[in-house]
T-cell receptor, first 113, second 115 residues
């Protein structure tokens, strides 16, 4: 167990809908990173938050947004969903912003039908 | 931005043989290179990492080498066992706080160890 909790584990929804994925980082970790992993693909960086502030953006679609709350949990909002958004979404947390191990959650598997 | 290429995409080895996975990176400012192992249906987990001030690091059957001049790094697994079967990802980070120290991952290598 990495200490990073993601909910829900599985999500099935229809095209055009909006969903929210939740991530609770390890206790004391201030950094949260979101990654998308499509079938048989690598891990694509979406966005990074540190202590409530957005710090870096990757290949994140305009239909996607995220935030980190005062209690440090983070939510990734995906709207106007398309079939191609089906993927495994991981969050990872770190203590700070230094080059240290990033701990991954178990992921949320999103299926858009 | 950083780009990490990983080869091969699949690797099949006989139990007991060695496995080598190679990665190249584009950003010369990158200074941290972790390797993650992802078993089927599970989360990626760090197995070893190396920083740019070190050329080689070893942990039991796993070793990583770094060539900063050529901008490539490699993972070596010796005496492979069936439980080594998984997808392995290399990654690079440039250590720039303003950029969030994000990890850029390679495309992954699916390793199959045949008994």
């Amino acid at each position: 167990d990495s200490g990073v909790t993601q909910t829900p584990k599985h999500l099935i929804t229809a095209t055009g809908q909006r969903v929210t994925l939740r991530c609770s980082p390890r206790s004391g970790d201030l950094s949260v990173y979101w990654y998308q992993q499509s079938l048989d693909q690598g891990l694509q960086f979406l966005i990074h938050y540190y202590n409530g502030e957005e710090r870096a953006k990757g290949n994140i679609l305009e239909r996607f947004s995220a935030q980190q709350f005062p209690d440090l949990h983070s939510e990734l909002n995906l709207s106007s969903l398309e079939l191609g958004d089906s993927a495994l979404y991981f969050c990872a947390s770190k203590r700070g912003q230094m080059n240290t191990e990033a701990f991954f959650g178990q992921g949320t598997r999103l299926t858009v039908v | 931005g950083e780009n990490v290429e990983q080869h091969p995409s699949t690797l099949s080895v006989q139990e007991g043989d060695s496995a080598v996975i190679k990665c190249t990176y584009s950003d010369s400012a990158s200074n941290y290179f972790p390797w993650y192992k992802q078993e089927l249906g599970k989360r990626p987990q760090l197995i070893i990492d190396i920083r740019s001030n070190v050329g080689e690091k070893k942990d039991q059957r796993i070793a990583v080498t770094l060539n900063k001049t050529a901008k490539h790094f490699s993972l070596h697994i010796t005496e492979t066992q069936p439980e080594d079967s998984a997808v392995y990802f290399c990654a690079a980070s440039n250590g720039i706080k303003a950029a969030g120290n994000k990890l850029t991952f390679g495309g992954g290598t699916r390793v199959l160890v045949k008994p």
